[in-house]
């Protein structure tokens, strides 16, 4: 583990988001800080994503996904989002958005996208989007940044010692 | 131009960083907001970039680039990499990274980037960055986010009015 690299990543600003996905009736959501915006015409946002993870699998077969904008007094859902256990949109509002991924009405701001295209990054895989719709739901709300929430997600235990 | 438009989309926070790019002694220097970590093992890092610049074609030939992350007073700073002008190293303490791309003395952080693969992205180009070296220089100062910088870009006249 290494919290000096953690330190150090944290210095790169983001959000934190709720990744929906859904492949016909099954959908999963997931907290993911690896967002962001990658072209204005055609508008297109971007998604790293661990290609071992379930949602990976829903997305690539649903070739959709939603990303939900979390604000900084949801670091619960945040991290409710980030467990890696089944059922957890159960309990939580949500509406079926592109694809029927998961839109949560507690979002800030909810994009809608549709797959555009991928390409392997390291451990993960980087997906593009191309954004179907979006909205702004509460203009007055401020977006949680992945920098607010610590070691929640722990990974100061994922990072290398070194660069090598 | 779209300033709702321009709104919704300041809600996937970033941070604002200096992209510095060479090619042999010919080097350059950017603003730009568009970049995030992509991988733990290895480290990696993408920046999207308007494949028009000449910067671009810089980073193309060199195959590095840098990151410098900006803090909360270095506006100023942004504004400046910012402008399409020449020259915009010439007096700013730099010293040469990976492959010669400028490292910023007043940089918070810095990260030194091996080309490692590019993606089309609508009107940019997903560039991706394997991290070779990057330091962290100063643990007390806040990045800067993108949201803060208000209209510094023009981002909002860049904007189309609707998703399709």
Redesign the interface.
């Known amino acids: 583990m290494s919290q ?2 953690a ?3 944290k ?5 934190v ?1 709720v990744i929906g996905v859904a492949d016909g009736e099954t959908r999963n959501a997931f907290t993911a800080a ?13 998604l ?1 994503i661990n290609p071992g993870h379930k949602s990976y699998a829903l997305l690539e077969d649903g070739r959709h996904f939603t ?1 939900n ?1 979390l604000d900084q007094q949801q670091i619960d859902l945040a991290a409710h989002f980030g467990e890696p256990a089944p059922g957890k949109l159960a309990g939580v509002a949500w509406t079926p958005g592109a694809g029927g991924a998961p839109l949560l009405d507690q979002a ?2 909810q ?1 809608e996208c549709e797959w555009a ?8 895989v ?1 997906v ?1 989007g ?7 739901l509460d ?1 007055d709300r401020v ?1 949680l ?1 992945y ?1 607010e929430t610590g070691n929640l997600d722990g ?1 100061a235990a ?3 010692e070194s ?1 090598d």
């Open positions: 000096a690299m330190d150090l990543f210095r790169i600003t983001t959000g988001h690896w967002v962001m915006q990658i072209s204005f015409r055609p508008l297109m946002l971007a790293s990303i904008v800030l701001a994009f295209g991928e390409i392997p990054a390291g451990d993960h980087l593009l191309r954004v179907l719709n979006g909205r702004l203009p977006p940044t920098q990974a994922i990072y290398p660069f």
